[in-house]
């Protein structure tokens, strides 16, 4: 999205979750500029300007597709579109890439999020990390693997490259979706413009659930990670 052109991204009268609100003002700033340069505050009456903007598209279009790897395997994705625009308008890509099986595990909040986005003018992408949900493979051995980062990277790319992509591509995510937001950004590739880490840190061992100050921490979501990829796929791939 080229700069002192971004959408605007809240509607009259609705109060958006934490999440929208601050990933909105970030991708209004940042999607189009140079990778990661910090975006300049937006003056009180901008704001306003935001906050009050309608939707720009009224109907969405939800696709899933596979999204090929270089070893082969493919990750399963559900695109959320905005429909009703010109004649090969091309948007800018927002990426939230999770193991928490976007077919059962987040569906009932996924179209919430990803909806409000499309509405004004962006793509979204809900992908399954490798060997989690739908996407094929096997589980990486441990959270945040160079494994999930590299299929990471490719996905990034492989967004920025399709045809109704303007080749700007944003993360986020809150807690792995925010980890990994921050890791895709330090490895710097080019299509990612912008990213939105919530109750996240580039603190792995300080920071993170499993030793916070320090502190050994283990309750049911380690339970929960280790049982998950015994449970079947959805019943489409069956």
């Given at each position: 999205?080229?700069?002192?052109?971004?959408?605007?991204?809240?509607?009259?009268?609705?109060?958006?979750?934490?999440?929208?609100?601050?990933?909105?003002?970030?991708?209004?700033?940042?999607?189009?500029?140079?990778?990661?340069?910090?975006?300049?505050?937006?003056?009180?009456?901008?704001?306003?300007?935001?906050?009050?903007?309608?939707?720009?598209?009224?109907?969405?279009?939800?696709?899933?597709?596979?999204?090929?790897?270089?070893?082969?395997?493919?990750?399963?994705?559900?695109?959320?579109?905005?429909?009703?625009?010109?004649?090969?308008?091309?948007?800018?890509?927002?990426?939230?890439?999770?193991?928490?099986?976007k077919d059962d595990g987040t569906a009932a909040r996924d179209y919430g999020i990803h909806s409000y986005f499309v509405h004004r003018g962006y793509v979204t992408a809900r992908v399954?990390?490798?060997?989690?949900?739908?996407?094929?493979?096997?589980?990486?051995?441990?959270?945040?693997?160079?494994?999930?980062?590299?299929?990471g990277l490719q996905v990034i790319d492989w967004l920025s490259r399709q045809p109704w992509s303007n080749g700007n591509v944003g993360m986020f995510g809150i807690s792995w979706g925010?980890?990994?937001?921050?890791?895709?950004?330090?490895?710097?590739?080019?299509?990612?413009?912008?990213?939105?880490?919530?109750?996240?840190?580039?603190?792995?061992?300080?920071?993170?659930?499993?030793?916070?100050?320090?502190?050994?921490?283990?309750?049911?979501?380690?339970?929960?990670?280790?049982?998950?990829?015994?449970?079947?796929?959805?019943?489409?791939?069956?």
């Amino acid at each position: 999205m080229p700069a002192g052109k971004a959408r605007t991204l809240f509607s009259r009268g609705k109060a958006a979750p934490a999440l929208i609100a601050s990933l909105a003002l970030f991708a209004v700033s940042s999607m189009g500029r140079a990778p990661f340069a910090a975006a300049p505050a937006a003056p009180p009456a901008a704001r306003a300007k935001v906050l009050a903007s309608p939707p720009d598209y009224p109907t969405i279009r939800v696709q899933e597709l596979f999204i090929p790897m270089q070893d082969g395997v493919r990750l399963a994705a559900g695109l959320f579109m905005p429909e009703g625009g010109k004649p090969g308008e091309k948007f800018p890509v927002l990426l939230e890439y999770l193991p928490y099986r976007k077919d059962d595990g987040t569906a009932a909040r996924d179209y919430g999020i990803h909806s409000y986005f499309v509405h004004r003018g962006y793509v979204t992408a809900r992908v399954d990390i490798r060997g989690t949900g739908r996407s094929e493979g096997s589980p990486p051995d441990r959270e945040y693997s160079d494994r999930e980062q590299e299929d990471g990277l490719q996905v990034i790319d492989w967004l920025s490259r399709q045809p109704w992509s303007n080749g700007n591509v944003g993360m986020f995510g809150i807690s792995w979706g925010g980890f990994n937001s921050i890791q895709h950004a330090m490895r710097r590739p080019p299509a990612l413009k912008a990213i939105l880490a919530c109750d996240a840190t580039e603190d792995l061992f300080q920071d993170d659930v499993h030793y916070p100050d320090g502190l050994f921490h283990f309750d049911e979501y380690e339970i929960s990670m280790e049982v998950q990829p015994a449970i079947s796929p959805s019943p489409r791939q069956s």
